[in-house]
């Protein structure tokens, strides 16, 4: 069957789906890309001046909360229909965002992003559940992978229009991803279907207790456990990419080198995606990430196709962890573009395998219920990354943080952080102290301090999770032996 007809099998509904999902991908990654440098940057840019450890806390609890509750939410929209579900994720999306925008308070910010969390958790399920029964077993795997596809072709684009949107003033970004919002208000209101209901409709309650006691029987196979357990050190270490990488590009990298790059190749292209200081914003070099996925991931998936899941895994893992911790050996922009691809091959290697290797382990009357598990590592990974990103980057790489650390040892005094004391005025505190321009001090610390160590910690991680992971599968290898020699 041509690729053409293909295209034709897929209801109206598969691509309503799939473009609602490219809308919201849009508006979560517009934000997510640069709301740790939203949430910690100096507040005269017309960011918040948060602690790295706030920022850890916000981010790593939302988020991981927002991977959890999809379990339950999908039995909301089941009850009380797809479509009245959707409005209200919407309201909850757009509101909040629009709201991140306007507070400024710590805990008014947390509340509103945790009503982005809520509202992204009730979207999740809905769509992918639209995907589910939009296809069959002819269609589904093309119609997966198209979806997978529109989730990187949003989570690419969000990030460049909030680039360019916060340089003349953050509120545009989040002004943006509330409009982002809006338009799939209109969307889900003319033209989505609501699916058709089954004829018996079970009670809220009794279908969250059957989703506790479903989770609750799959947890007792020990061998899911562990590995689920496992994973989760691999989407602490991936994470970081969110958490922590823009801040430290931010910070330490210099991508002057990339714009000079780029303006040779095309001086126009490079004034489009640069800054007017000549330089490649922080979120445009860790959007390289998707845009390597939507080039490269077909082809990876292909190489890897034959692996075992396992073996798929413990390869990507690794790679990944080498491309994390040699990105930051150097402050040279080029370079980590190139750690960059190498962290974006490990990882299209190994995410995809972890779903396959779920269902694959799963009894064949409980693969649904097994795969209803993976969101599980998903929330661990995102909670822990963001404990980690707020303490171990706050205390070990921050920059206001060195700086604070290096006055104070010198018997500098140092002011509190007011509207009248920023965060940069720190910085140039210290730098005058030291008689040294902001490039010469930045340089002082990294030599002094080593920041870039904080990548052996994430980098740790990885390889220690690809080390348990080649271990798990020679125990499960070793106990499949005994039983078929029994």
């Not at 309503?16 to 949430?39: K, P, Q």
């Not at 992978?145 to 003349?168: E, V």
């Not at 995102?382 to 060195?402: E, H, P, Q, R």
């Amino acid at each position: 069957m041509s690729f053409t007809n293909q295209i034709k099998l897929y209801p109206k509904n598969f691509w309503i789906a799939n473009t609602m999902e490219l809308f919201e991908r849009w508006a979560w990654y517009g934000i997510f890309m640069v709301l740790a440098l939203y949430l910690t940057g100096s507040t005269e840019t017309g960011a918040l001046g948060f602690t790295q450890e706030q920022k850890g806390w916000m981010m790593g609890i939302v988020t991981g909360g927002l991977y959890f509750i999809p379990i339950f939410t999908g039995a909301i929209a089941d009850r009380f229909g797809y479509k009245k579900t959707l409005l209200v994720a919407y309201t909850c999306l757009s509101t909040g965002y629009y709201l991140m925008g306007t507070f400024k308070t710590f805990p008014a910010v947390f509340a509103t992003f945790i009503l982005v969390g809520l509202g992204a958790g009730l979207f999740k399920p809905v769509v992918q559940a639209t995907i589910a029964k939009s296809t069959n077993e002819k269609t589904s795997s093309i119609g997966f992978g198209i979806f997978y596809m529109m989730i990187n072709i949003g989570g690419f684009i969000g990030p460049i229009f909030a680039s360019k949107l916060r340089a003349s003033h953050w509120q545009y970004v989040f002004i943006m991803a509330s409009f982002v919002i809006l338009f799939n208000f209109i969307v889900v209101i003319f033209f989505f279907e609501e699916p058709t209901k089954e004829v018996v409709v079970e009670p809220l309650g009794a279908s969250m207790k059957k989703i506790i006691k479903n989770i609750i029987e799959a947890l007792s196979d020990f061998k899911l456990v562990v590995f689920l357990i496992l994973i989760i050190g691999f989407w602490s270490m991936f994470n970081q990419v969110y958490y922590t990488l823009p801040s430290f590009i931010d910070q330490w990298i210099d991508t002057s080198s990339v714009y000079h790059l780029l303006e040779k190749i095309s001086p126009s292209f490079a004034a489009a995606i640069g800054t007017p200081e000549k330089t490649v914003a922080a979120e445009m070099m860790t959007n390289l990430d998707a845009f390597f996925i939507i080039i490269f991931q077909i082809l990876v998936s292909f190489l890897v196709m034959k692996r075992k899941p396992l073996q798929a895994m413990m390869i990507g893992i690794t790679v990944s962890s080498i491309g994390l911790g040699l990105s930051y050996v150097f402050q040279n922009g080029s370079f980590l573009i190139l750690t960059i691809l190498v962290f974006s091959l490990g990882e299209m290697a190994a995410s995809p395998k972890i779903y396959e290797y779920i269902g694959r382990i799963a009894p064949k009357d409980k693969t649904a219920l097994y795969m209803g598990c993976s969101f599980l590592p998903l929330a661990g990974g995102n909670f822990f990354a963001g404990m980690l990103s707020g303490k171990v980057y706050g205390s070990m790489a921050d920059k206001f943080t060195l700086a604070t650390m290096d006055m104070a040892k010198r018997g500098i005094a140092i002011p509190q952080f007011t509207e009248h004391f920023t965060k940069n005025d720190l910085l140039n505190q210290a730098a005058n102290s030291l008689h040294k321009t902001q490039f010469e001090y930045s340089q002082y610390l990294w030599n002094t301090y080593h920041p870039s160590k904080v990548w052996m910690v994430f980098t740790a991680i990885g390889v220690a999770t690809g080390i348990l992971l080649y271990l798990y599968d020679l125990l499960w290898m070793r106990e499949k032996k005994v039983v078929k020699q029994v």
